[in-house]
């Protein structure tokens, strides 16, 4: 009999078998319950994307509901609940996703044991794909092939994105971190039938599985749950430690974006009323290779963007690379290595100095740069834990590039001095307190946040996390600025001067 | 006077308090949350531009992106920015300007009191000066900026500038660059003593709070008790036809991004009639590009559109229309499509059991909002600037039925009354 404590939003594991564990959140306040799976890989270039080509073909359709019409009617039957699927990289993994939020059988009256259903659509798509010939259906993979191309193309339409995930990928160019989610074109292209399917069956039987269930749901129905679960991953749990995820080595330090708010203050426009959205903010960058060097001068005039890479004395040791584009408005992204993984408590340092950095209204980057100079509109700094990075973008006029980088560098260079005021600090300490108590408030959220925990080896919930928060002092935030070393600066403008050279 | 509706179908309650000023102030209490969330929002948005001012008679035009600029310069108390004192309480402040409304709001988790308090107060008391007002022009340049840059949006206001040829909601709601230049503090001082006034407002709170004890506050902090003269808004006359079939720009995009808009004309319609024209048409674009739709389907397969396939409709008094849009490499072999399909769903009708599942589709996600603070507050301000209670949105689907659904199809699905935005690669 299975036994769960009535712990409002406290991960616990229900089962663990091998390579797959069952999270089971209890939460009664949402209005929905939400079942997530995660196949857990290192991110490679090898199968980077094979693993994405996966979710793509199997939401195409599975035995009992064969094309993507027949889910999504489905998925209207039972209340409009909605399905997701996709890879996301957190640092160096690579994580492939399953996700169903379906509405609580409270609000059911029609459909008798509502909650088998949702369950059994997931689980369906995932381990019934519909098949040929022993591979997937041939139109369905070459579909999604083309779909996943034009995907990575798109990332150039959103600016603000591209210009975060091309400083990285430029910072990282040697380094698992520097490869994209969704691969590149050339690696995409190679990926045959034959080999997706096979590559499918190793993910199902081998990859390191975490299920995540969120809501109020009964013992009975949690029970009836995790069996249904056990049948499916009888033959992934036969299949022990076949594949092997680094979870030691150095190279896994990272960051989860997700759980750093963002500076809402950067939204101010929301058009509420406009009836599209404009976030592209799924679409992410290509990391469509820039191929060469270190420091050196070089241009790619089959492009029609150049790019750059120069050196400037002032930042000597620093990779500058510059990208050209029509845009009206320039990017300048500067990325930082921490030295840091989520496990050492300086990571929790590093919260608060990013948060006094660049995070909120009160932080130095927004006040400096934004309120006294005018010189943006957005900026702000963000941390990937798992990998260990650090990064500030903002948006600028192309002439004010030089000007925006002192101002910032002079941010940090007042931080390591010791110029931190009490302001800055409490508000960054009770902002990030603040930002703790919303996850709870969102069903995702706290399933990526314990996820995230599991995936970087720590073990904070949401109190412990607040209690080492606040034990931050000044001093130490002070300190940590010793480890930090600018590594990228990465700037997207329009104006190309001379043949191949960016002027500083 | 403390009124109370209880909506037992969904487990939620909301409480409504009308200060004498002709503020209304509604609580909607989210146990169990720690999130509070709190709006203080103005019937003034960027297509108020042309109005008569009520103290002295006159007609008043302003420049493009006023309302925006204020909703910004807000912030500024003459002790200096209203941010530092909400970061004190580890909150976060923040502000939004649309077509048609600019709504202030917060969020926190603990001393909910304190932060509202600043909220009544800042947004109760202006401070421009004229320094203020020109260093604001350098922000709000890189905020233009950005946006021209956002080939979603430059594709969205294209759509707009082809479908009006006369309403406001043609222009984006940021201005441009030369007309905020002309922006000055006494013009946003004139808007807010017209628009500001608490008569025009409304406030809504979300989250674990006592009702009480909030309305106990908000009826101290309003300090206006007076009634204010009705303001009227001047709009240029729009007729039902559309400006141009179709507008075309060149920008860095990889894959061609298109929109495709129907007008609608929702002039004089009123509480339920618009809110029921709303779901209908919603409805509808379901049925036609949805998820589960043939045409949708099709135009996957045939690799014509991808996942960022999406539409909407929005139904305000004075300006009304829904949009279809995405990637493609080929925006006329999807307008094309989509025409035959309108055409055969025109001639044909709409199935019963395809309205039923799309109807309880469509009910099943209104329930999913209540999740959302956020989500609860903007469909909640939206719908009351026009008169329209949050929760009519669950009686709703017990009024319509397919006649009429087949009524709102020929009225809506209008080939004369469309336009196309295509923004292609340079």
Not at chain 2, 282 to 306: A, D, F, M, P, V
Not at chain 2, 366 to 393: A, G, P, Q
Request: with cysteine.
């Amino acid at each position: 009999m299975l036994t769960v404590k009535p712990r409002e939003a406290v991960a616990q594991r229900l089962y663990s078998f091998n390579n797959t564990d069952i999270y089971y959140i209890q939460t009664s306040k949402f209005k929905t319950n939400t079942i997530s799976f995660f196949f857990i890989d290192n991110l490679t270039k090898d199968t980077v994307s094979k693993n994405a080509l996966t979710p793509a073909v199997l939401r195409r359709g599975c035995g009992s509901y064969p094309s993507m019409p027949s889910i999504s009617l489905q998925l209207e039957e039972l209340y409009g609940s909605s399905f997701d699927c996709g890879v996301v990289k957190k640092g160096e993994y690579h994580i492939i996703y399953f996700h169903t939020e379906y509405i609580a059988e409270r609000f059911v009256e029609d459909i008798e044991e509502f909650f088998k259903k949702p369950l059994k659509l997931i689980v369906d798509i995932i381990t019934d794909p519909v098949t040929e010939n022993d591979l997937f259906k041939s139109g369905y993979v070459e579909q999604e092939k083309e779909n996943l191309k034009s995907l990575i193309e798109r990332r150039v339409n959103d600016k603000v994105q591209y210009a975060i995930d091309r400083c990285f990928e430029e910072m990282c160019k040697d380094e698992p971190f520097g490869i994209y989610d969704y691969g590149d074109i050339p690696g995409l292209a190679e990926v045959s039938e034959n080999e997706l399917y096979k590559h499918y069956k190793n993910v199902i039987a081998h990859y390191p599985l975490k299920v995540f269930i969120t809501g109020d749901i009964s013992i009975n129905n949690l029970e009836w749950i995790s069996e249904e679960l056990f049948k499916i991953i009888s033959d992934h749990a036969n299949h022990k430690n076949e594949h092997n995820i680094n979870t030691n080595s150095n190279s896994n330090i990272r960051v989860d974006s997700n759980s750093n708010s963002r500076v809402d203050s950067n939204n101010r426009i929301n058009n509420n009323s406009g009836s599209k959205s404009n976030d592209n903010s799924n679409s992410r960058v290509n990391s469509k290779c820039i191929d060469n060097g270190k420091n050196k001068i070089e241009y790619e005039p089959k492009q029609n963007k150049g790019i750059f890479y120069s050196k400037n004395s002032k930042l000597s040791g620093v990779k500058q690379v510059t990208e050209s584009m029509e845009v009206n408005q320039a990017k300048l992204s500067m990325g930082f290595r921490t030295n840091t993984s989520p496990k050492e408590d300086d990571y929790y340092v590093l919260l608060v100095f990013n948060s006094i950095l660049g995070e909120g209204v009160y932080s130095k980057l927004f006040q400096k740069v934004r309120e006294e100079s005018g010189l943006a509109y957005y900026i702000f700094s963000q941390l990937e834990k798992f990998k260990g990075l650090s990064l500030i973008t903002c948006g600028i006029e192309i002439d004010d590039r030089d000007k925006a980088i002192d101002i910032i560098l002079k941010q940090i260079d007042n931080i390591k001095s010791g110029n931190v005021t009490k302001y800055e600090y409490e508000s960054a300490v009770k902002s990030i307190a603040t930002g703790i108590g919303f996850l709870k408030d969102n069903q995702l959220q706290i399933t990526d946040y314990y996820f995230s925990q599991i995936l970087a080896g720590t073990n904070d919930c949401f109190e412990t996390l607040l209690e080492k928060i606040k034990r931050i002092s000044v001093e130490k935030v002070v300190n940590i600025t010793e480890k930090l070393k600018l590594d990228t600066i990465y700037f997207l403008t329009s104006k190309v001067q001379g043949q191949g050279q960016y002027k500083q | 006077m403390l009124e109370k509706a209880e909506y037992d179908k969904i487990d939620e309650v909301i409480y409504k308090y009308r200060h004498d000023s002709g503020l209304n102030a509604f609580i909607i209490p989210k146990k169990g949350y720690s999130k509070k969330y709190a709006v203080f929002a103005t019937r003034y948005g960027s297509i108020n531009n042309e109005f008569i001012d009520p103290y002295s008679g006159n007609n008043i035009k302003m420049p493009e992106g006023v309302a925006h600029f204020l909703e910004h310069k807000l912030f500024d108390q003459k002790e200096g920015s209203i941010m530092d004192k909400f970061s004190k309480l580890g909150s976060s402040p923040n502000a939004y300007t649309s077509f048609n409304k600019t709504v202030y709001l917060f969020s926190c988790t603990g001393k909910f009191s304190e932060n509202l308090e600043l909220l009544l107060s800042f947004v109760q008391n202006p401070y421009f000066t004229e320094t203020s007002v020109e260093k604001e022009k350098d922000i709000i340049k890189q905020e233009i900026n950005m946006y021209r840059d956002n080939p979603g949006w430059r594709s969205f206001f294209n759509l707009l500038e082809s479908l009006y040829t006369e309403n406001p909601v043609r222009k984006d709601i940021v201005g441009n660059l030369e007309s905020i230049e002309e922006i000055d503090k006494d013009m946003l001082y004139k808007c807010y003593n017209i628009f500001y006034h608490p008569s025009n407002m409304v406030i809504l709170v979300v989250g674990d709070v006592d009702a009480e004890d909030v309305f106990k506050q908000i009826n101290s902090s309003i300090t206006t008790k007076y009634k204010n003269p009705e303001i009227k808004r001047i709009f240029p006359t729009e007729s039902c036809e559309i400006n141009k079939e179709y507008s075309e720009e060149k920008m860095p995009v990889a894959i061609p991004l298109f929109q495709i808009g129907f007008k609608d004309d929702a002039n004089n319609l009123k509480r339920d009639e618009l809110l029921m024209r709303e779901v209908l048409i919603k409805i509808l674009l379901e049925i036609l590009t949805g998820r589960s739709s043939q045409l949708y389907n099709q135009l996957y397969e045939e690799g014509l559109i991808n996942s960022t396939f999406e539409f909407d409709y929005t139904g305000e008094e004075n300006y009304a229309y829904s949009v279809i849009g995405g990637e493609s490499k080929d925006p006329d072999r999807v307008r094309e499509k989509m025409f035959d399909t309108i055409d055969y769903m025109l001639k044909n009708g709409v199935a019963k059991e395809v309205f039923e599942r799309v109807k309880k589709a469509m009910y099943g996600r209104t329930i999913r909002w209540f999740n959302s603070l956020e989500k609860i507050s903007e469909v909640f301000i939206s719908s009351y600037f026009k008169n329209i209670n949050l929760f009519d949105y669950f009686d709703i689907y017990d009024k319509i039925n397919l006649e009429y659904l087949s009524s709102i199809m020929k009225e809506h699905f209008r080939l004369d009354r469309f336009a196309m935005s295509v923004i292609k690669g340079v």
